[in-house]
């Protein structure tokens, strides 16, 4: 993508309703737009980050087995009522009626939806182990929608649903749900935490919440700091291997970790005092076991192996797609603007042209362009006549890890600046060594992003 052709409304001005770091970071650098509160336009550099994190999402769910589908977002309220939840949900549901005074709602959640769509379709244990997932819009009406797109009103969250004969084989879809969650955390850079928290209106005693550690997190954490030493890295996991994914789970919610909600201070006590941390974090992701909350009302059941008719067994499993912009964002800044991970980075490297209309400088830009699009990159060219002062703050703003800077100087020597956005560090070389540098940066991050 060249500048001069992209939509890329960044702000120069902080404004003034942003109140942490990534709400400002993403107005300020053209990402999403408010529509009304609680309600935002993804503009193309945030649209841009937001499919990537949906891409490494389907990734990771199919590689645990899990199939995509996809519901809509409008709901009958009739499903809601054969659950009890239709009266139960309060006023974040978004309720709607229709030209025929038909009750309808924008989908808060899916159990419903899914239970049905399960009935309907299945009646014999030989269909089971069954784990659907979509990702789609959800609105919660939320009292307090703030922080952008961290708590938003309308969001996209990756919702999954696993239909199971037995508790163990329930239980066994909730443990691959963490560890393909952790890999999925993993992949973006960030680091989540998998902690014991409370079930809400989803239901059920037995859940966990994933926390990215943040000082602006909304959600109080109580942690054993041994549980922050913990990678899942790319080691090969059999997803189907009960006892390799329960081992790991067994490994990463052995230390202590509890969100308020479920905080024990007897239990929290026994942790060693110097890896005791009170802290906060941002939830990015829940996981639910509920056995039969929904299959026993809406009659969900299958013919077992005796030929007896027994509801089934569910959980629900969700990432907050769209919140984890915004957590990503918390946790990789600094005082010039975003810093992202190479594995979610909206374009890989920018090219600055620092003399736009000079004729060496402009044909070694459109030279590295094409050979880095060759290369399987996603480059952004900042073909602006514009001062250097102005093309680097922009990139520092949008935050891409790497910049290539050209210039006519260095082009004398047959050299290019190769500047690291983290570090801030630089090196000159030449454009064929800055392009081989990428290329091995980005090997592991390209599996299945569509080539430039
Ligand atoms: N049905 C279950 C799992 S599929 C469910 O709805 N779980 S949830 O309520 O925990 O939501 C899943 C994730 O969506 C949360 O962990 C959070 O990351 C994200 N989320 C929830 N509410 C909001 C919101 N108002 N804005 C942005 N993201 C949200």
Known sequence: MRLTKYFLPVLRENPA????????LM?????????TAGIYSWLPLGFKVLRRLEQIVHEEQQRAGH????????????????????????????????RHE?????????????????????????????TLYHIQWKFRDEMRPRFGVMRGREFLMKDGYNFDLTVEDAMH????????????????????????????????????????????????????????DLTL????????????????????????????????????????????????GIEVGQIFFFGTKYSEPMKAVVVNEAGERVPVQMGSHGIGVSRLVGALIEANHDEKGIIWPEGVTPFHVGIVNLKQGDGAADAACEALYAEL????????????????????????????????????????????????????????????????????????????????
């Open 17 to 24: 309703e942003a109140q942490i770091a990534s709400h400002r």
């Open 27 to 35: 107005l300020r650098a053209g990402m999403i737009r408010q529509a």
């Open 67 to 98: 199939i995509p589908l996809l519901m809509p977002t409008l709901q009958s309220a009739d499903l809601w009522r054969e659950s009890g939840r239709y009266d139960d949900y309060g006023a974040e549901m978004l309720r709607i009626k229709d």
């Open 102 to 130: 038909r009750d309808m709602l924008y989908g808060p959640t899916n159990e419903e939806l899914i239970t049905d769509i399960f009935r309907s379709a299945v009646s014999s244990y030989k269909d089971l182990p069954l």
């Open 173 to 228: 879809a909730y443990n691959r749900h963490m560890v393909s969650y952790i890999r999925t955390y993993e992949r973006m850079g960030l680091k989540a935490i998998p902690m014991r928290a409370d079930g809400g209106p989803i239901g059920g005693d037995h859940t966990h919440e994933f926390l990215v550690l943040a000082p602006t997190g909304e959600s109080a954490v109580f942690y054993d700091r041994a549980v922050t």
């Open 233 to 280: 890295g790319d080691r090969a996991i059999d997803f189907a291997d009960r006892g390799q994914v329960s081992e790991i789970v067994a490994t990463w919610t052995a230390p202590y970790a509890r969100t308020d909600e479920r905080h024990d201070a007897a239990e929290f006590a026994k942790v060693p005092e110097d890896r005791r941390v009170e802290g906060r």
């Open 373 to 452: 699009r060759s290369a399987g990159l996603d480059p952004l060219y900042d073909d602006r006549e514009e001062r250097a002062g102005a093309k680097f703050a922009t990139m520092d703003l949008i935050g891409l890890p790497w910049r290539i800077t050209v210039g006519p100087r260095g082009l004398a020597n047959g050299r290019v600046e190769l500047t690291s956005r983290r570090t801030g560090e630089s090196e000159e070389m030449s454009p064929g060594a800055a392009i081989a540098r990428l290329s091995d940066i980005y090997r592991g991050h390209l599996d299945g992003r569509p080539a430039a």
